[in-house]
């Protein structure tokens, strides 16, 4: 039994439940450590579930999908197995086992809804999580990095798109979202899609990347000639504010305290409204975030949580993941063969990406 199983049969008494089904590749991935049981790219529920109850596993899956779960996703725990004909639904299949209380990460007749709660408890990334974090963040940035170096004036944003997929695709890497944008559609959409739209000047590349479930998120900026003063000035206001926020995210702070500090972080530097124009990220891990911290937004940031800030102000934006442990925030996508601005606050001193120069 893994220490996460055993967490999960614990809080069943807690949710009120006899037992959870976990359908949701967020919370495959982070049970078993990797497996998905994804069919569709896009899809954020698998052809497969895991039963849980307070002494037992079950995979419960259709009869066409089952031989090659059990030989090329195997489980770090035993379980049982329970297969269904492939035309008869996951929800009739649940209906006939007739469970007392059950929860569930999805939406399903008469169940509780749990994904709540299993947002909560995925945030504490163990030790093997943290060394496959770190490894994903060094191989996303390196790809967006190298990309972006070969770039000239005349590539499509869907043919910079290409190279991405194509790069990732070969480290098994799953882009989950890539934003690029060109010259004028980089201040005129927040979620740029790549389309035709041609390279003049000015490209802003983001990537939402993902392996074994784990999630890690950058964005770089990259300018054909010297920038003006003041492209360099506004990319470095956002970079300024991303610093303050790295400093209000500390471990045990409510996200409310950290959103409020955000704020403050937009007006101490020009853009006291800043913050309303684009959401500013949030906890990251098995998702590309877990969810976007809002002023409302409930709970605390723990050691162990990865986190994905993306401050933004119009035409530019600041990007990376970091991960808080015990020894405070570190970054995970980066390479060191990028252009750095170091910024300093108190004693600590911390690198935020710069424009790079082709």
Avoid at 311 to 337: F, H, Q
Wanted: proline share 5%; with cysteine.
């Amino acid at each position: 039994m893994t220490e996460k199983l055993k967490r999960l049969q614990q809080a069943l008494a807690d949710w009120q439940v006899d037992a959870l089904l976990l359908t949701r590749r967020d919370n495959i991935a982070w049970l078993t450590e990797g497996a998905s049981y994804y069919v569709v790219e896009r899809a954020e529920s698998g052809v497969a579930s895991l039963l849980i109850t307070a002494d037992a596993v079950t995979l419960i899956a259709p009869d066409n999908e089952l031989p090659r779960i059990l030989a090329e996703e195997p489980l770090p725990f035993a379980a049982k197995t329970l297969s269904y004909p492939w035309y008869v639904s996951r929800q009739q299949t649940m209906a006939s086992l007739a469970i007392p209380r059950l929860g569930s990460d999805t939406p399903l007749p008469g169940a509780k809804d749990l994904e709540p709660a299993m947002v909560i408890a995925r945030c504490g990334l163990n030790k093997n999580e943290r060394q496959r974090f770190a490894e994903l963040g060094r191989e996303t940035a390196e790809i967006v990095e190298a990309i972006a170096r070969g770039v000239s004036a005349g590539v499509s944003e869907q043919e910079i798109e290409a190279r991405i997929l194509h790069d990732c695709l070969a480290r098994a890497i799953r882009p989950v979202c890539t934003l690029i944008a060109v010259d004028e559609r980089i201040a005129a959409y927040k979620h740029p899609t790549p389309g035709p739209t041609r390279l003049r000047q000015q490209l802003l590349i983001t990537l939402g990347a993902e392996r074994q479930g784990l999630n890690v998120s950058l964005t770089r900026m990259v300018h054909i000639g010297e920038p003006s003063e003041q492209a360099r000035q506004r990319l470095r206001a956002v970079a300024e504010i991303h610093a303050d926020i790295m400093v209000a995210s500390r471990a045990e702070r409510s996200w409310q305290a950290i959103f409020t500090d955000v704020q403050a972080a937009y007006a101490r530097h020009g853009h006291a409204e800043g913050w309303q124009v684009h959401h500013q990220g949030g906890p990251a891990g098995y998702g590309c975030r877990d969810f976007i911290v809002t002023p409302e937004s409930e709970g605390a940031l723990h050691v162990n949580q990865a986190l994905a800030w993306n401050p933004t102000l119009s035409g530019v934006k600041s990007e990376d993941t970091a991960l808080l442990t015990t020894e405070g925030l570190s970054w995970l996508t980066r390479t060191g063969n990028w252009p750095m601005m170091t910024l300093t606050r108190g004693e600590a001193r911390r690198e935020f990406a710069d424009w790079l120069v082709v």
